[in-house]
T-cell receptor, first 112, second 114 residues
Framework: DAKTTQPTSMDCAEGRAANLPCNHSTISGNEYVYWYRQIHSQGPQYIIHGLKNNETNEMASLIITEDRKSSTLILPHATLRDTAVYYCIARAGGTSYGKLTFGQGTILTVHP | DSGVTQTPKHLITATGQRVTLRCSPRSGDLSVYWYQQSLDQGLQFLIQYYNGEERAKGNILERFSAQQFPDLHSELNLSSLELGDSALYFC?????????????FGEGSWLTVV
């Protein structure tokens, strides 16, 4: 699985967009980029995933650069409940059988 | 609610004992994953099953074992427990092993070994 690099922590004001970067410069062509978050010891919550194209759902948007070496998760209007650890994962198939390998993630703190 | 059910939610047991954690995957999901989260290790992949067969193994101790039954529920057995086994244990499931299929996590089982 390709290694991902994320900032250790970020702050965001409530109501503003939160932009969380992720570097995955060694990602291979068939690895998906997945984002999960974990709110205080709850189960990791799926946010969004993509392969090449930008993706949007009711929670967030995922912007993947054309060379696929980095991506940005965008929470358009952050709320206090979005305070969590956000994990960016490059998910591989083949001998990895699609398991998720979690790094340290980014601690996002949304403040009033 | 992810649809993945784990029991028990909390468990306190003594060193040397054996416990079983149970997981019911989302309806129709064939693949089950187990993860361990301790304070100093983060989320660690333990093992994966697909339709009853083991598919991938991570950093799972020999004292730990798992299986997936014909009805697709899974159990993680932890034996000869040590203080260091205290952790949150998560089960997750997906439709199959395809990497385009989302993996959904349960709320975890808190294990405290005293």
């Amino acid at each position: 699985d390709a290694k991902t690099t994320q900032p250790t922590s970020m702050d965001c004001a409530e109501g503003r967009a939160a932009n969380l970067p992720c570097n995955h410069s060694t990602i291979s062509g068939n690895e998906y980029v997945y984002w999960y978050r974990q709110i205080h010891s709850q189960g990791p919550q799926y946010i969004i995933h993509g392969l090449k194209n930008n993706e949007t759902n009711e929670m967030a948007s995922l912007i993947i650069t054309e060379d696929r070496k980095s991506s940005t998760l965008i929470l358009p209007h952050a709320t206090l409940r979005d305070t969590a650890v956000y994990y960016c994962i490059a998910r591989a198939g083949g001998t990895s059988y699609g398991k998720l390998t979690f790094g340290q993630g980014t601690i996002l703190t949304v403040h009033p | 609610d992810s649809g993945v059910t784990q029991t028990p939610k909390h468990l306190i047991t003594a060193t040397g004992q054996r416990v079983t954690l149970r997981c019911s995957p989302r309806s129709g999901d064939l693949s089950v994953y187990w993860y361990q989260q301790s304070l100093d290790q983060g989320l660690q992949f333990l093992i994966q099953y697909y339709n009853g067969e083991e598919r991938a193994k991570g950093n799972i101790l020999e004292r730990f074992s798992a299986q997936q039954f014909p009805d697709l529920h899974s159990e993680l057995n932890l034996s000869s427990l040590e203080l260091g086994d205290s952790a949150l244990y998560f089960c997750a499931s997906s439709a199959d092993t395809g990497i385009g299929n989302t993996i959904y996590f349960g709320e975890g089982s808190w294990l405290t070994v005293v």
